[in-house]
């Protein structure tokens, strides 16, 4: 269950943490869930999410990755910085993922990975 941030700690931003939290208990309910965080530079975006993260229990599992654009012509970019080695509970890398079919040492097919990636997750 997740921990209650103080306001005193983030201010002004009580009903989007409240959001955030509605949208994990739905999704602890097997709801899946998005949340968009989404407003211009400097708003304070990043610091929302990890004051909203800061506020969950240890037994949660986090994974993060940054979409910088420049990231976006490298294979797998976003998958490299969410598996940048064996997952814990899942003894997966990026170069296992997808290779059940295919052992050729070119990068396997995104949705081979991708398909791979939600299979490891649910492991956990």
Do not use: W
Request: aromatic share 6%; charged share 20%; glycine share 12%.
């Amino acid at each position: 269950m997740p921990r209650q941030v103080s306001e005193t700690l983030f201010f002004g931003r009580a009903d989007e943490l409240s959001q955030m939290g509605a949208r994990l208990g739905r999704a602890e309910q097997g709801e899946p869930q998005i949340v968009l965080i989404d407003g211009p530079a400097g708003i304070g975006k990043t610091s929302l999410v990890r004051c909203f993260l800061a506020g969950l229990a240890a037994d949660y599992c986090i994974l993060q990755a940054s979409g910088n654009e420049l990231e976006m012509q490298l294979p797998y970019g976003v998958m490299t910085q969410l598996v940048p080695h064996p997952m814990q509970g899942a003894d997966v890398t990026l170069r296992e993922l997808g290779r059940a079919e295919d052992p050729s040492p070119a990068l396997p097919a995104p949705t081979a990975v991708g398909a791979s990636f939600i299979d490891a997750l649910g492991k956990f």
